[in-house]
């Protein structure tokens, strides 16, 4: 029995090991040459395995960026989870602001890897549809933070949440990858305050008034 479990551990342990040889083969190609250039032949040849022990772990390049991107996606999950109950305009633009300067921190410390996200995003449906699923999941938060706000008062009810957290989650995104993509040279905490001042004065009302 024992020499059975020490032979299921070490066939355990290739298998992670494989496993993270792939992944750590295909970062370093993604950055050199990109992910639309690189493949998946090249990906296993520089990580010495073979196609058939490869494909047991990824069914293609695209599977192993989504991977090497879980660890940020969870970031990114986490964040859009974040308890959000103010009671007055001023605690909700804190809160927010705090929220959109550790989004585009979190792309910015990120860069190299979400550069090869953005990219793939045109050139994979897997990829694609992965991060539609960060977007849904945002707005879907960012429209129950709407809600509660409207619900007891403190922001406009004429406005509809879900269109409101659309246009407020896009304008982030949009953000997030001109920094990722280096076409803004505005400081984070700039863009933040404004794009933050901007959505909250729009939105939330002075309850003191």
Same mark, same amino acid.
Not at 174 to 191: A, C, F, G, M, R
């Given at each position: 029995?024992?020499?059975?479990?020490?032979?299921?551990?070490?066939?355990?342990?290739?298998?992670?090991?494989?496993?993270?040889?792939?992944?750590?083969?295909?970062?370093?190609?993604?950055?050199?040459?990109?992910?639309?250039?690189?493949?998946?032949?090249?990906?296993?040849?520089?990580?010495?395995?073979?196609?058939?022990?490869?494909?047991?772990? !990824?069914?293609?390049?695209? #599977?192993?960026?989504?991977? &090497?991107?879980?660890?940020?996606?969870?970031? +990114? %999950?986490? /964040? =859009?989870?974040?308890?959000? !109950?103010?009671?007055?305009? #001023?605690?909700?633009?804190? &809160?927010?602001?705090?929220?959109?300067?550790? +989004? %585009?921190? /979190? =792309?910015?410390?990120?860069?190299?890897?979400?550069?090869?996200?953005?990219?793939?995003?045109?050139?994979?449906?897997?990829?694609?549809?992965?991060?539609?699923?960060?977007?849904?999941?945002?707005?879907?938060?960012?429209?129950?933070?709407?809600?509660?706000?409207?619900?007891?008062?403190?922001?406009?009810?004429?406005?509809?949440?879900?269109?409101?957290?659309?246009?407020?989650?896009?304008?982030?995104?949009?953000?997030?990858?001109?920094?990722?993509?280096?076409?803004?040279?505005?400081?984070?905490?700039?863009?933040?305050?404004?794009?933050?001042?901007?959505?909250?004065?729009?939105?939330?009302?002075?309850?003191?008034?």
């Amino acid at each position: 029995m024992k020499n059975e479990e020490k032979i299921t551990d070490g066939r355990s342990l290739r298998s992670i090991m494989t496993r993270q040889k792939l992944l750590d083969a295909a970062r370093e190609l993604f950055y050199e040459v990109g992910f639309e250039k690189t493949t998946i032949s090249q990906i296993i040849k520089r990580a010495k395995t073979g196609y058939g022990t490869a494909y047991v772990h !990824f069914k293609g390049k695209d #599977d192993i960026l989504i991977m &090497l991107m879980e660890n940020v996606m969870q970031e +990114f %999950l986490e /964040m =859009a989870e974040t308890p959000f !109950f103010p009671t007055t305009k #001023d605690e909700a633009k804190q &809160l927010i602001l705090k929220q959109v300067f550790a +989004f %585009l921190n /979190m =792309a910015k410390s990120n860069e190299k890897i979400m550069k090869v996200f953005s990219d793939a995003i045109g050139l994979s449906q897997s990829v694609n549809s992965k991060w539609k699923e960060i977007r849904q999941a945002n707005i879907h938060f960012i429209t129950k933070d709407i809600t509660y706000a409207q619900n007891i008062g403190l922001a406009r009810t004429d406005l509809k949440a879900e269109l409101v957290a659309k246009s407020w989650f896009y304008t982030n995104e949009n953000y997030q990858w001109d920094i990722i993509q280096n076409v803004t040279t505005s400081p984070l905490e700039d863009i933040a305050w404004t794009i933050t001042t901007m959505y909250v004065d729009g939105l939330y009302l002075d309850l003191e008034h």
